[in-house]
């Protein structure tokens, strides 16, 4: 279609992209929320019947007005999308999904290498029933090599691609974080994958389309940058060392008098000697074993005891004020409830509410970035089971009434 580019300034900077959403659970289907967030029109597959996309029946859930449990992940990851049912599987689905192709700029899948070509739908059926059609492939590991067929989730590609090895104490096991990070940063390489084959598409509109192979191991191999770079030219490879920051000191996680605790950054030799000052041990400053960066680390458990000790001394609150006042690297950790409460965020809308047709009025992490001319909005949370189902297909197909009536009867939609 090559609709995507939009010389309205009014409208929503991704109004005309189209994306038909073919994938589940989190990483894929978090690439196309990000971009309906500002204005990419995302049409989202799920099968009919009972055959609910795995992300439906993870927690956290809470009882909804008819008693039956409301999927709160749900909500968030296919916000601001369009959702239909639909048996791409069956002859009749896959008659629908095929008039529906050259309608959209952009298909998103996360079946494993080869699914959708059983199917029916290789590469070159795609390429046929919409030339210029860009396809977001989202795997384990990749559309090709040894592991290509291996089933691919976020906290097994964490602990593949290096990430799950850096968690944890020295002295203790490997640890995975209670969230899949993985999935987030594909999510992100998704939308960013998109976006320069948009641009190009853009620029070139004759050009054939574009295949975006995407791994969830290869994303988190990617997001932690230097670790490749570092092995190959030191022999060493990272190791984990609890919240300590192997790059800086003091760095680290601390406890407060009143049971809480607050992170410090001392990156900078400035930032330490402002923290020394604030501790009223200016004579940090000029001890050797503190002098620099270096110094620091090599006598890292000296100067973490040292603000530990201060930290324990003092309340939270205190902590947090003095950070601030002496423009120290700190603050308080967090967790959902202290962010629902916080000031700052909500000056900056980075938390929203939105009328949610099963919970009333909910609240979501609002729109990253943060555009000053082109802001992106949260204008619903994620659509229930076909909830748009015929409205999509009258719309776009023309399918009359009776048809999808009759359709629905065969499990077709």
């Known amino acids: 279609m090559g609709g995507y580019v939009s010389d309205d300034t009014t409208s929503p900077p991704l109004a005309g992209l189209r994306i038909l959403d073919l994938s589940t659970v989190v990483a894929a289907p978090v690439a196309s929320t990000l971009l309906a967030d500002f204005g990419a029109e995302v049409v989202k597959i799920e099968l009919p019947g009972k055959a609910i996309d795995a992300l439906r029946a993870m927690a956290p859930h809470v009882e909804g007005p008819d008693g039956q449990e409301v999927p709160l992940w749900w909500k968030v990851a296919n916000r601001n999308k369009r959702g239909i049912t639909l048996d791409i599987r069956a002859e009749e689905g896959a008659e629908i999904f095929r008039r529906l192709i050259p309608r959209f700029d952009v298909l998103v899948e996360n079946f494993r290498p080869g699914t959708l070509a059983r199917w029916g739908f290789s590469k070159e059926v795609l390429e046929e029933l919409n030339p210029g059609l ?44 209670g969230y899949p990070v993985a999935d987030g940063i594909t999510g992100l390489y998704g939308a960013l994958g998109i976006l320069v084959a948009c641009m190009r598409k853009k620029d070139h509109p004759d050009a054939p389309g574009e295949e975006i192979d995407l791994s969830l191991a290869e994303a988190m191999l990617r997001f932690l940058d230097f670790t490749i770079i570092e092995v190959d030219q030191t022999g060493q490879a990272r190791q984990r060392m609890g919240s300590r920051n192997p790059y800086a000191g003091p760095s680290n996680v601390y406890g407060t008098a009143d ?25 940090l400053i000029d001890d050797e074993r503190f002098a620099s960066n270096q110094a620091r680390l090599a006598n890292i458990d000296a100067i973490d005891t040292i603000v530990a000790d201060w930290m324990g001394a003092h309340t939270q609150a205190e902590c947090v004020a003095v950070f601030e006042a002496e423009g120290i690297a700190g603050g308080p950790v967090n967790d959902a409830a202290d962010l629902m409460a916080c000031e700052h965020l909500a000056e900056r809308g980075a938390i929203v509410r939105i009328d ?38 009258a719309e776009l197909l023309d399918l009359a009434p009776a048809e999808l009536t009759a359709l629905r009867e065969k499990g077709v939609i």
């Not at 049971?259 to 004579?283: D, H, K, N, T, Y």
């Open 259 to 283: 049971g809480r605790w607050c992170s410090i950054s001392a990156s900078s030799q400035s930032v330490f000697e402002r923290l020394a000052r604030a501790m009223a041990r200016p004579e």
């Open 134 to 177: 860009i396809v977001l492939r989202v795997s384990g590991y990749g559309q090709t090599g040894p592991m290509a067929g291996h089933p691919g989730f976020a906290r097994v590609a964490e602990a593949y691609a290096g990430f799950t090895a850096l968690a944890g104490h020295a002295d203790g096991p490997p640890m995975h974080v």
């Open 356 to 393: 949610d047709a099963d919970l009333g009025s909910v609240a979501m992490q609002g729109v990253v970035p943060v555009l000053r001319d082109a802001p992106g909005r949260v204008e619903r949370p994620g659509p229930g089971h076909g909830e748009h189902t015929d409205e999509v297909l």
